[in-house]
């Protein structure tokens, strides 16, 4: 499956923390940069996530926004 | 200011690709990936953006997936 | 690739409205029904939509509200 | 109430699945396929959710994503 | 109908910028401050967007980040 | 720090419901309006969030919708 979202950031699962609804993942990339993502827990499950398992970050654009300093 | 967006990602602008309303902007991050990011046009006048000024990426973290190999 | 988003749904690409930066794209149901999608052009462009291919919708399900009647 | 989100899926409450901040709303659409949203347990309740009742899924055509085959 | 999203802010259409796939559509609030909205052309037409107009803006409470000062 | 979202309502912290994953915070604005927003717990705690505090509510544009009466 190819998808249109344009920003995928390979990494590992480093931490997962369950909820009752959802998951917090963290996931550490390879230059040591840690993104968390906020998924189901089914879908945690589904995609079976544990700690070291290679994954991959998902993001559509238009959910990115941009900061500078002041 | 410090936003509850769990993700920040520091890089420069290596494209802006003008909309009538919205931008495109391209970051290249220090380990040499890329994020796109859409934002209004007002809002990439207003932050100064052009290429090689230095930004940061935010996301928040409900907007991020996760993806894994079949 | 199997991501954590919960949502698919199958069709093919009914039409394409391009913008600068952005297309919509509508994409036809099995069951008539239709979905319209916001996607940056890079995207349609990368994924190769046209007229009558087969695609499927996705979205993350803390995108989705749910509404009654009042 | 006419609201600018583009896509509307009718359907009944399948299942909810209740957490502490957030309820998983499982919905059966009329052909046979399911959409899955994530929204508050106040919203659950203040809308009166419960097995069966017919609703409408509503999603925003930019959190819409496209993928097709590989 | 009755939504889930839970921040519903009433106002006025201000300014309408038209692009090609998407508006950007200022709305005043009765305080005297203001809300951004990107929706798509079609919504804006088939909500018969125009100045003056009584409008709500709707915000599912996901969406919605949190900031203070350093 | 200045971010590409368009939107900031300034207010304070009202309540706040603990989830195990994601807190729900009950914003009230200068006005008499609320905004609730779901953040993580751990954004919670790190902006110190608590009741009476202080805080501004961010929104990208493109997650806001617009609502007319029928």
Redesign the interface.
């Known amino acids: ?9 390979k990494g590992t699962v480093k931490e997962i ?9 963290t ?1 550490q ?3 040591g ?1 840690e ?6 827990q ?3 499950n ?4 544990k700690l070291g ?18």
């Open positions: 499956m190819k998808i249109s979202a344009r920003n995928t950031l923390k369950e909820g009752v609804v959802n998951n917090e993942i996931i990339l390879a230059g940069q993104i968390i993502s906020i998924i189901t089914t879908s945690s589904a995609l079976g996530l398992k290679a994954v991959t970050a998902v993001i559509k654009a238009s959910n990115v926004m941009v900061a500078v300093e002041d």
